[in-house]
């Protein structure tokens, strides 16, 4: 499903995201 797939990749971003904020602090 194309649709899953691009849900998939936006909770991916979110968390590199999440991620790259805990590192900057």
């Known amino acids: 499903h ?3 797939k691009e849900n ?3 909770i991916k971003i979110r968390a ?3 991620l790259e ?3 900057n602090k």
């Open 2 to 4: 194309k649709i899953y």
């Open 8 to 10: 998939k990749m936006q």
């Open 16 to 18: 590199d995201k999440k």
């Open 21 to 23: 904020e805990k590192q």
